[in-house]
């Protein structure tokens, strides 16, 4: 499956490289978040990465595609570059002041945030609404994931038409 996500995904960024600009949940919530340690999940061509190294954050960007990292400064000592495959890699325990999970969701990361997450750490996520589709969320799931984490903004809002996902989930946590 590992070989297959990243021919998938390293095709897909070769086609797109993507958006160059930081999430806007991300730009508007980060002040929240104490400096420090920060993890993007599924970081894709670094947008959300590079940001938050501007911000003074040393960042672990983890994702797949090779293709999609080369976007990322490889000379920048704030971004740690993690070329690995998310359906196996391990978020170390008690490691980080912030994680943003931007677009993309694996379930059986819940627990591992959960760890990874210092006291007082703050969690941004974005992602989809379908309960059609294994790679999307239900609604309020994540409301009841990270029910013992201080929820500071939860919305569940319907995309664009042109959007191939009905709805998209923003949320923003602190870890108690």
């Not at 999430?23 to 947008?47: E, F």
């Not at 920048?76 to 969701?105: A, G, K, M, S, V």
């Not at 664009?160 to 108690?176: E, G, L, R, T």
């Amino acid at each position: 499956m590992a070989k297959q996500d990243k021919k998938k995904w390293n095709s897909r960024y070769l086609r797109n490289i993507g958006n160059p600009t930081p999430s806007d949940i991300l730009s508007k919530y980060l002040s929240l978040s104490p400096k420090g340690r920060a993890l993007d999940i599924a970081c894709g061509n670094g947008r959300n990465s590079k940001f938050l190294a501007q911000k003074e954050f040393k960042v672990d960007a983890v994702d797949i595609s090779k293709v999609a990292l080369s976007q990322l400064p490889d000379n920048d000592t704030r971004i740690n570059i993690i070329c690995e495959d998310i359906d196996t890699w391990q978020i170390p325990q008690n490691r980080y002041q912030l994680i943003i999970n931007i677009r993309f969701l694996d379930r059986r990361l819940f627990p591992m945030i959960k760890k990874g997450l210092k006291p007082g750490g703050i969690l941004i996520f974005e992602s989809f609404i379908d309960g059609k589709k294994d790679y999307c969320l239900e609604k309020n799931e994540l409301l009841h994931v990270f029910k013992s984490f201080q929820i500071v903004y939860y919305e569940e809002k319907e995309n664009d038409p042109s959007d191939k996902f009905n709805q998209s989930v923003y949320m923003v946590a602190i870890k108690k």
